[in-house]
C-alpha cells in the first residue's frame, strides 16, 4: 500500500520535479520537429555594454536540417541540407561547402536541434535558478574544459521556451544569442532547405579533415 501511494503521489508531480535536469532540458527542447525565430546576437565587451550585434532568423528541422540568415550589419547565410553545410557571403561573391556532420562539434547547433543527451556526454548540465512564473536557467559546463571552445553555456527558457542562449570561451569573451517570436513546428515552404550557389560566385569545398 505505501509503495502504491508514493507512485501516486509522484505521478501527481510537476514533470520538472520528476526529472533531472538533462531529462527536463531535453523534454523542453525535443518535444518538436522544427522551429523557427529572428535573434539578435551579440558580444558583451568587460563593461557589459553589447558590442559586434548581428540580425537575422532561422529555421531548424530535425535531425540535421537549419537556414540561419544574418542581415545586418553583413548578409550571410548558413543553410544546411542535410548532407552538406553551406556559408554563402555575398558580399565576398563566395560559397564555403562542407559535410554537414560537421555541425556535429558545435554545441549551439546541438541544442537548438534539441540534441541534449548527445550534448551531455561532453557538458555536465544543471537547473541553477526557477521561479513561479515559469522562468528557467540552465547551465552548461564542459567536463574537459581544455578540449571545449565554451567554459560555460546558459540557456533561459520563459513558459517553456527558450528565449536566450549566453556562452562564454576560453578566452573569458561572452556573446549572447536573444530569440524573437519562436514558433514551433511551423508550416515551412518547400525548398526552405535547398541551397543552389548563385552563378559566379566561387565555390570553396572543404572537406572537413
Same mark, same amino acid.
Given at each position: 500500500? !505505501?509503495?502504491?501511494?508514493?507512485?501516486?503521489?509522484?505521478?501527481?508531480?510537476? !514533470?520538472?520535479?520528476?526529472?533531472?535536469?538533462?531529462?527536463?532540458?531535453?523534454?523542453?527542447?525535443?518535444?518538436?520537429?522544427?522551429?523557427?525565430?529572428?535573434?539578435? $546576437?551579440?558580444?558583451?565587451?568587460?563593461?557589459?555594454?553589447?558590442?559586434?550585434?548581428?540580425?537575422?532568423?532561422?529555421?531548424?528541422?530535425?535531425?540535421?536540417?537549419?537556414?540561419?540568415?544574418?542581415?545586418?550589419?553583413?548578409?550571410?547565410?548558413?543553410?544546411?541540407?542535410?548532407? *552538406?553545410?553551406?556559408? *554563402?557571403?555575398?558580399?565576398?561573391? $563566395?560559397?564555403?561547402?562542407?559535410?554537414?556532420? $560537421?555541425?556535429?562539434?558545435?554545441?549551439?547547433?546541438?541544442?537548438?536541434?534539441?540534441?541534449?543527451?548527445?550534448?551531455?556526454?561532453?557538458?555536465?548540465?544543471?537547473?541553477?535558478?526557477?521561479?513561479?512564473?515559469?522562468?528557467?536557467?540552465?547551465?552548461?559546463?564542459?567536463?574537459?574544459?581544455?578540449?571545449?571552445?565554451?567554459?560555460?553555456?546558459?540557456?533561459?527558457?520563459?513558459?517553456?521556451?527558450?528565449?536566450?542562449?549566453?556562452?562564454?570561451?576560453?578566452?573569458?569573451?561572452?556573446?549572447?544569442?536573444?530569440?524573437?517570436?519562436?514558433? *514551433?513546428?511551423?508550416?515551412?515552404?518547400?525548398?526552405?532547405?535547398?541551397?543552389?550557389?548563385?552563378?559566379?560566385?566561387?565555390?570553396? !569545398?572543404?572537406?572537413?579533415?
Amino acid at each position: 500500500m !505505501l509503495k502504491k501511494l508514493i507512485s501516486a503521489c509522484a505521478l501527481m508531480l510537476p !514533470l520538472s520535479l520528476q526529472a533531472g535536469p538533462v531529462e527536463e532540458l531535453e523534454m523542453l527542447l525535443s518535444g518538436h520537429e522544427s522551429a523557427q525565430a529572428d535573434f539578435v $546576437q551579440f558580444s558583451l565587451n568587460e563593461g557589459g555594454n553589447r558590442a559586434e550585434e548581428s540580425n537575422g532568423h532561422f529555421v531548424v528541422q530535425r535531425p540535421n536540417r537549419f537556414r540561419w540568415v544574418t542581415e545586418t550589419p553583413f548578409e550571410q547565410q548558413i543553410i544546411s541540407d542535410g548532407q *552538406y553545410i553551406w556559408v *554563402y557571403d555575398p558580399d565576398l561573391e $563566395q560559397v564555403t561547402r562542407k559535410p554537414a556532420d $560537421q555541425q556535429g562539434n558545435s554545441a549551439p547547433a546541438m541544442i537548438l536541434n534539441g540534441q541534449i543527451q548527445t550534448l551531455g556526454k561532453d557538458f555536465a548540465i544543471s537547473k541553477i535558478d526557477e521561479d513561479a512564473s515559469g522562468v528557467a536557467l540552465f547551465e552548461l559546463v564542459p567536463r574537459e574544459p581544455e578540449n571545449s571552445t565554451f567554459t560555460r553555456i546558459r540557456l533561459l527558457f520563459e513558459q517553456g521556451r527558450i528565449t536566450e542562449l549566453s556562452m562564454q570561451d576560453s578566452l573569458g569573451q561572452r556573446s549572447m544569442l536573444v530569440l524573437d517570436g519562436l514558433e *514551433y513546428d511551423p508550416e515551412l515552404p518547400d525548398g526552405v532547405f535547398d541551397f543552389v550557389p548563385p552563378e559566379g560566385v566561387d565555390v570553396i !569545398l572543404d572537406q572537413g579533415f
